[in-house]
């Protein structure tokens, strides 16, 4: 029953992550969820590698997905140390009330 | 020990003794009980000064010729060295200065007991010594000046000793400003000889004296008149000296009747090689002597205030002085310095006695009887009246004497004889009616009266001591025993002054009554100080001065205020269109400027929320196009 899941079902998963993240980022107000939502973006792509990776029998995607994985993990260390740092400053972690950007 | 060391040394004493108690330690009046170092410091200087001054004149006489120190250049180029000189009319000055000095500062010790401010006293009374002999000593005239405005301002300073009294701190003022129109004479005269001399050192100036042009000459001794006018309180400048009075006494028997007054005398003898070049001016000399003398003894004549009976007989005798020295007779006038500063100085320091017994009274009018009371004051001071008044056998005997026989020398002698002896007869009337008033008349009831005691013999002692001199220093001058019909006429009249005293004061008072309404103009007018005193101040004071100041002050007010104001006006109007111009022109560019700016940047200002999810929902909007673009084609 192993071809009961095709690599399209890989592909409508990783979509929806895709977009389910999307939406967080633009979305969602607390930057920690955002940085949740971003790993779900990370990882809808990691779905991606590792299937076509079992589709075509080549071990390199999956040696990829790790990477990934890995860049999402330092990305995450980094994205919490700055939300801590922003936290300390402003007192606030929600998007809508920093507006730094803009200066 | 060397000359030079010796005369620094004289001088250095009180100088130094001044330095230590004026600035060396703490200023103000201290607590509690008065202290009394700064008195026994002041005249234990004042021993070794006259010490130090007697070796200079033993060693002075035993050279027989002028004695010189110079301690170097004052003003390089100007003629002017800081140099002492002591020759035999510094050194009858010096040793009189020194000798009086030390029975004032003894006197001192107790009369002053009581006060407050020791230090100040004695600082200002050394400092009057040390700037005295300063005048004395030097060698040239800009340094005699100097000395000369030493004790001017030591005088001021001790005039104003209690300067709480409103009149003591107006008499310190007034003899200053009095001071100061004799002594811008007194420079004017310096300029001069400098312009004709080249040079301010006596003995210089003595050389060239023969090559001055006669107008010069005129010229520069009368502006040293004008200073010794000033300074030796003579007509017309003669009208601080009898307000000097509100000093301490022992300061007017030191300073205003003793020695400073007769700065101006010492002046006169010193530029004698000048005075007798210029024959009328000696003759000024001569008549403003003769006028100040008889006018000054007829005050005295009517005067009630003890001390500034002294103080018109003061101006009175100076006045006897110049008279010697327009005559030319510059040892006679010395001499006669010398006399009265014995006797004056004595006077006053029996005063001082006769206001301690009182309690600070010291009007005639309410003393008499306190010779049973005072007999040493009484004795000294009838001693130093008689003195005065020229008793034969007594100082004032033998120097007025000579006076009156040197103006016999003199153009129009005769004048002036008659002059001299007029007023020998006021003198010895005075100095009779002062005797007989404090000790002889009956005593009106008093309070001070009853308190009346003798003083303590610290105050005794240089009274002793200066009563002997009284008798004796007439000895020391030249007399010319040729002269006796002189003598016996001066004396006849001195005890015919005294006589009239006595008949007016203690045998017939009532008679005096009766001439007191006879002549009530007269008398009024003696009392007025011949309105001397009144016209000084309405006319000169109010008058003159006050009108200029009046002017003065009107000219600031519109002119100098005027323009003042109207430059702050145009300020002001010119600030405001200046503020206009800023506000309206150049804030209005730079606002315009920006607000251009702002207006057509706001479009893009709009894009940039500077929330992150705006940027990111562009992005992906982006994003978005693009994928949508690509798969439609």
Known sequence: MTHAVSPLHYLIVSALLLVIGTLGVLLRRNIVVILMSIELILNAVNINLVAFSRMHNQTQGQAFALFVIAVAVAEAVVGLGVLIALFRNRGTVLADELDLLKW | ?633
């Open chain 2, 1 to 633: 020990m060397v000359v030079p060391q010796l005369l620094l040394l004289t001088l250095a004493l009180p100088s130094m003794a001044t330095l230590l108690l004026l600035l060396a330690s703490r200023p103000g009046v201290t607590r509690g009980k008065p202290l009394h170092w700064p008195g026994i410091l002041a005249t234990l200087a004042v021993l070794a000064s006259l010490m130090a001054s007697f070796t200079c004149f033993y060693e002075f006489r035993l050279r027989g010729e002028a004695l010189h120190a110079s301690i170097g250049e004052w003003i390089p180029g100007f003629g002017a060295t800081l140099g002492l000189q002591m020759d035999g009319l510094s050194a009858a000055l010096l040793l009189l200065v020194d000798g009086i000095g030390l029975m004032v500062f003894v006197y001192s010790l107790a009369y002053m007991r009581e006060e407050r401010d020791q230090r100040r006293y004695y600082g200002s009374l050394l400092l009057f010594l040390a700037m005295m002999k300063l005048l004395v000593l030097a060698d040239n005239y800009l340094l005699l000046f100097a000395g000369w405005e030493g004790v001017g301002l030591a005088s001021y300073l001790l005039i104003g000793y209690h300067y709480e009294r409103y009149k003591a701190g107006h008499a310190a003022t007034k003899a200053f400003i009095v001071n100061r129109i004799g002594d811008a004479g007194f420079l004017l005269g310096i300029f001069g000889l400098f312009h004709a001399c080249g040079s301010l050192q006596f003995d210089a100036v003595a050389r060239h004296a023969g090559e001055i042009p006669h107008t010069a000459l005129v010229v520069i001794t009368t502006t040293l008149l004008i200073g010794a006018l000033g300074k030796s309180a003579q007509i017309p400048l003669h009208v601080w000296l009898p307000d000097a009075m509100e000093g301490p006494t022992p300061v007017s028997a030191l300073i205003h009747s003793a020695t400073m007054v007769c700065a101006g005398v010492y002046l006169v003898a010193r530029s004698g090689f000048l005075f007798t070049a210029a024959p009328e001016v000696s003759q000024g000399v001569a008549i403003l002597g003769a006028l100040t003398a008889v006018f000054a003894a007829t005050v005295a004549l009517v005067e009630n205030d003890m001390k500034r009976v002294l103080a018109y007989s003061t101006i009175s005798q100076i006045g006897f002085m110049f008279m010697a020295l327009g005559a030319g007779a510059f040892g006679v006038a010395i001499f006669h310095l010398v006399t009265h500063a014995f006797f004056k100085s004595l006077l006053f320091l029996g005063a001082g006695s006769v206001i301690h017994a009182l309690h600070g009274n010291q009007n005639l009018k309410q003393m008499g009887g306190l010779r049973k009371k005072m007999p040493v004051t009484f004795l000294t001071m009838t001693v130093a009246a008689l003195a005065l008044a020229g008793v034969p056998g007594l100082a004032g005997f033998f120097s007025k004497d000579a006076v009156l026989g040197a103006t016999l020398g003199a153009p129009n002698g005769w004048l002036l004889f008659g002059v001299g002896l007029g007023t020998s007869l006021l003198t010895a009337c005075y100095a009779g009616r002062l005797v007989f008033l404090i000790f002889f008349c009956p005593p009106l009831r008093h309070a001070s009266q009853e308190m009346a005691h003798e003083s303590p013999a610290l105050m005794l002692m240089p009274m002793r001591l200066l009563a002997i001199g009284c008798v004796f220093a007439g000895l020391l001058g030249p007399i010319r025993w040729s002269e006796w019909p002189l003598m016996i006429l001066s004396g006849v009249v001195s005890l015919g002054g005294i006589w009239l005293a006595y008949h007016f004061y203690v045998s017939k008072p009532a008679a005096r009554t009766g001439l007191d309404v006879r002549f009530a103009p007269l008398t009024e007018m003696l009392r007025n100080r011949w309105y001397v005193d009144a016209v000084y101040e309405e006319r000169i004071l109010d008058g003159l001065v006050l009108r200029t100041a009046r002017g003065a002050a009107r000219a600031d007010r519109h002119l100098l205020d005027g323009f003042v104001n109207g430059s702050a006006w145009a300020t002001r109007q010119i600030s405001k269109a200046s503020r206009w111009i800023d506000r309206y022109l150049i804030d209005g560019l730079v606002r315009g400027a920006s607000g251009t700016l702002q207006f057509f940047s706001s479009p893009a200002r709009a894009l940039q929320t500077g929330f992150v999810q705006t940027y990111a929902l562009v992005f992906v909007a982006g994003l978005l196009a693009a994928l949508g673009y690509y798969l439609a084609h």
